[in-house]
């Protein structure tokens, strides 16, 4: 069961694609646990969730997949689980706060809101990532061979 989880080839397309992502994701993961990066910390990210309506176990789940998600696409750590926690931040970020801006981000500033464009890249990239793994330069790939 493990070698299946932690199961990957040396691709350098599934590195390329893991790191830009985690190094994408980490600033708004540190944002939320950490207040960094103009961030409101995790109590303020939590207050703001709950308020959205979003259980406080799902807010917690929320702040850690994104900040050790990131965290674990740029190592290729858990590559699987790190992209799956991803992907449904952003399923759900999508469905609760973007999808009302329509399609395209905010680039000239003119609407009330962000739109859903980034995150269905990052629904796309964490898909593929969950699919094959991390690829080359993983942690994974070392846990693997100790496995085998």
Do not use: C
């Not at 309506?53 to 990131?70: D, K």
């Amino acid at each position: 069961m493990f070698q299946k989880f932690f199961k990957t080839d040396s691709d350098i397309g599934s590195l390329i694609l893991r790191v830009v992502a985690g190094i994408v994701m980490f600033p708004h993961g540190a944002q939320k646990l950490l207040g960094w990066f103009g961030g409101y910390g995790f109590t303020g990210t939590m207050g703001y969730l709950v308020g959205l309506g979003i259980p406080t176990p799902v807010a917690f789940l929320v702040i850690i997949g994104e900040f050790f998600g990131s965290i674990g696409l740029i190592l290729g750590l858990f590559t699987r689980l790190s992209a799956l926690g991803v992907g449904i931040v952003m399923i759900g970020a999508t469905l609760i706060a973007h999808t009302e801006h329509g399609f395209f981000m905010n680039w000239g500033g003119n609407q009330k809101g962000e739109g859903y464009e980034f995150h269905l890249l990052m629904m796309a990239i964490t898909l593929v990532l969950a699919i094959k793994g991390g690829g080359k330069a993983s942690v994974d790939s070392l846990i693997e061979g100790k496995l085998e």
